[in-house]
């Protein structure tokens, strides 16, 4: 039977729009398959990782696992900012774009979505840029908070990657950049991405950039980290993550960096950040780190690239098709997602029904991802070579 | 360089008490090891468990690693709420206790610490009822949102296990419950917990049950689970872990249980952390589910009690001392944790330096806990039979 509770709920959480994205590819699919029970359906929608982890990183969590069961190895609470191990290993991975970080610039999580969630513990009230389309999770956090959020339009004159311009006030905001972008697959050039910072710091806000996709960079002229830009460190918070560079989707390891020097208000945002997740978090788990610790090896990173090179074989087969077709796309190059704009003026979900229809391929539309993802698509490189290529052919015959 | 940004922070950061409790303890000890290079210290003060995982616990992680790097046994990001092989046994766990749960009342995290850090996320500002002493992150998060907090009195005279009383007015609040209790060990039994429940009920009130140490009861007078009291399910948000009962501190999982049926501001309470959970978290790690997975086997259940029983064991040899010394305490019986007067009016910080000098043992000084710890101690379970044997022994000399 119902209770009825007199407390206090978060009101904010009312306005929240439901996303019934992907239930409704669900619904459709579904749907479609009732009516036709013996088709062969290819879904390049999905967003997560397929490949199997690389042995050497399986092995080192089996063996963390057993070391667990013996006396002289078994471990308590971990380090609530992550073993120093893994945080060594994390700066080493910047030093190969010349990043130099501090071990205590660096907060081990179990992954990025909790972390740009939980960031805003931290602040008040602020004025949000968010470019749209986006990853759902920035703007749904923001609604969460009652923040007043600004949506920077992507589209295709900006080829979805917009840049500060006259329309923006002069005043503070948090900035959430995303590069490689989900689901756009754009990703800013060095040039592009200074540009964030010099408006960052014109204005005295803080960019949260999202670098989960970084490992799918193949183009020298794409930047890793946005502390590759000079002045970065006094602008930027950089969330990553071993979910897509390391197929962790299954495993929850990322990393926050949020350099010492930036000061607001008195206070230095590193030592905030850390007081939150001390105050709300207790840490990750011992085998998580040392599978991480795996990816960060020689042999880790070699194996790593294997599959993300699996993947973008993939894209490039995608990619080398929609060219061919003369079909708009950004993505494909350094990331998994290919942003197509959908031909013949259909919109995001006339295409979906279109491929589904006539070609038994399934991808996302993109006005779920936001008003400016009308008459987009995305379609992802994580499926395999063969329904891939199998994918291919189906759609040279209708498009 | 220091860079100031504009941005604005959560200023009831700044109204947090920066806690030096074990930073002062280690102070402490370190400048005694100085004096005293040879004294063998003995710390009864941990809260960390030191039992190494049961076999069938680790291996079945072992194996869970390895399933990580085949094609068929690979996994993708976990279910937001947890896999339903686990949440079906710890629905099943319940059943010990005659409480029966739905499925989707249970949220599998990774720890107690952060759901209780990220549940007030889904409230608005209330009046807090948290007893006094208590687990310093109730007070802390509750800090962080700005709520008004009220404490109540643990002390001799309740044996530390306050009640409801006329002294509060009737509204709605949100009560904090941690029974068997951290620090003082005191647990509610089922006529003192309906009191709870029954104040509850009366006032609209929500009641936050931290059962932690619920593995650690042995009488049959306590109980397990706030769902065995009646009207539980209208009433109560329970907090659980694997940490102590199944030594999993460094592996985190725990779980959280909003019953469906709870209704505030026309919402249900379960939709709302759910929504919490879906959109600032991405579920626990597959190998840690398993893990937890093969604590709820009964082969997992009963060699987890062997470390529970060896905990016990200490905390017996501990209780036996104090009684037979003929010091007050609470603790002992259904919890790893003792919570002793200090002896001849000492203060908290007092008997801390003379244990230290006298035995070279160390604990927790009362105090750390709240203004009502003052003149207590806590002492822990948690250490080797043969250090608590020794620390007892010099004890006898002294006390």
Excluded at 73 to 98: A, C, H, Q
Excluded at 218 to 235: A, R, T
Aim: hydrophobic share 35%; charged share 25%; glycine share 8%.
């Amino acid at each position: 039977m119902v209770y009825i509770m007199k407390i206090n709920i978060n009101k904010n959480y009312l306005n929240l729009k439901e996303s019934y994205l992907f239930s409704d590819i669900n619904k459709k699919v579904k749907a479609y398959k009732e009516l036709n029970p013996n088709a062969d359906i290819i879904r390049l929608g999905i967003g997560d990782v397929t490949r199997p982890l690389p042995k050497v990183i399986s092995d080192a969590m089996s063996k963390a696992s057993l070391d667990m069961s013996e006396k002289d190895t078994f471990k308590g609470y971990p380090p609530e900012f992550g073993y120093d191990f893994l945080r060594e290993r994390i700066k080493s991975y910047y030093e190969r774009y010349n990043v130099s970080l501090n071990l205590n610039d660096i907060f081990v999580s179990d992954g990025a979505k909790s972390d740009i969630g939980n960031l805003l513990d931290i602040f008040g009230n602020n004025t949000i840029l968010i470019p749209d389309p986006v990853y759902p999770v920035y703007v749904d956090t923001n609604i969460m908070k009652n923040n007043n959020v600004i949506f920077i339009n992507g589209n295709k004159e900006n080829k979805f990657l917009p840049l500060p311009d006259d329309s923006l006030e002069n005043k503070p905001y948090i900035i959430y950049i995303c590069s490689p972008n989900n689901p756009t697959g754009a990703a800013y050039n060095y040039k592009e991405l200074a540009l964030w910072v010099s408006f960052a710091k014109k204005t005295g806000s803080l960019i949260i950039y999202d670098a989960a996709y970084e490992a799918f960079i193949q183009s020298s002229d794409i930047p890793h980290s946005i502390y590759e830009i000079e002045g970065g460190k006094d602008v930027a918070i950089e969330v990553c993550s071993f979910s897509k560079f390391a197929g962790f989707t299954g495993i929850r390891c990322g990393y926050t960096v949020v350099p010492s020097n930036i000061e607001v208000d008195g206070v230095y945002l590193n030592k905030l950040w850390g007081r939150r997740q001390s105050t709300k978090f207790n840490g990750v788990s011992y085998i998580t780190q040392a599978g991480a610790y795996a990816c960060l090896s020689d042999e880790g990173i070699l194996e790593c690239k294997k599959n993300l090179s699996y993947y973008m074989e993939n894209a490039k087969l995608l990619k080398d098709f929609f060219l061919e077709k003369g079909l708009w796309f950004t993505g494909g190059i350094s990331s998994p997602y290919i942003w197509l704009e959908c031909p013949n003026g259909m919109s995001s979900w006339e295409f979906f029904q279109f491929l589904l229809e006539k070609c038994n391929v399934v991808g996302t539309p993109g006005a779920g991802f936001g008003k400016n993802g009308e008459g987009f698509f995305r379609i992802t490189s994580f499926g395999t070579h063969e329904a891939t290529k199998e994918a291919i052919e189906r759609m040279k015959k209708v498009l």
